[in-house]
């Protein structure tokens, strides 16, 4: 279902505007991407419906773009507001594969301390070219397509991205080696001082 396509009309059975149909389509695979446990039968309901309702308004939108991902969006938290997303539920075998089941209470701090860094490091749309990376192996021409940028800007964005990952990684890192150094150095001390 993730991949299927949507049926946008009009009431009157025809195909809505190619303007919109793109701005629905795109808001649409956003909200796929962005709200992987919802249901994604209800997001293609949601859109679909979103998009007749912007063809019978169309005079009156200036961004059709704007407005289908501000709708979705507003769409999306009403749907978790009234229980109506499903989440998926993962086997524990699957979640250990995944690494999401902390080892330790140490390792799941440091676990909370990153992604902290990440939303400080990362704005949403940082965020978004992320997920597209990690989950769908998306390249530059999809990032672009996804976002509605040059193929040349979503290169870049990309790139700023993997930077900003790096440097978060990275002062992780360093900060598990200076806790790695003062265990040692207080174990150090503890043996002297017994």
């Not at 009156?60 to 109506?84: C, F, N, W």
């Not at 909370?112 to 769908?136: C, G, M, P």
Request: hydrophobic share 45%.
């Amino acid at each position: 279902m993730r991949g299927s396509k949507l049926h946008l009309i009009n009431d009157a059975g025809n195909a809505v505007a190619p303007e919109i149909a793109a701005a629905v389509d795109a808001a649409y695979r956003w909200a796929i991407c962005m709200f992987p446990h919802m249901d994604a039968a209800l997001l293609a309901n949601a859109a679909e419906r979103l998009a007749r309702s912007m063809d019978v308004n169309k005079q009156e939108i200036g961004s059709p773009r704007r407005y289908a991902y501000a709708s979705m969006h507003g769409k999306v938290r009403d749907l978790q507001k009234t229980r109506a997303a499903s989440e998926m539920i993962m086997p524990q075998h699957e979640l250990e594969r995944l690494g999401v089941s902390a080892q330790s209470f140490e390792d799941a701090v440091e676990r909370s301390i990153l992604f902290q860094q990440l939303r400080t490091k990362l704005n949403q749309r940082d965020r978004f070219i992320l997920i597209l990376l990690t989950e769908r192996d998306a390249g530059p021409s999809h990032v672009a397509n996804a976002l509605g940028i040059s193929i040349d800007a979503a290169t870049k964005a990309i790139q700023r991205v993997r930077r900003r990952l790096a440097d978060c990684l990275d002062n992780a890192a360093a900060t598990s080696r200076e806790k790695q150094t003062q265990i040692s150095i207080s174990k150090g001390l503890t043996r002297e001082w017994t």
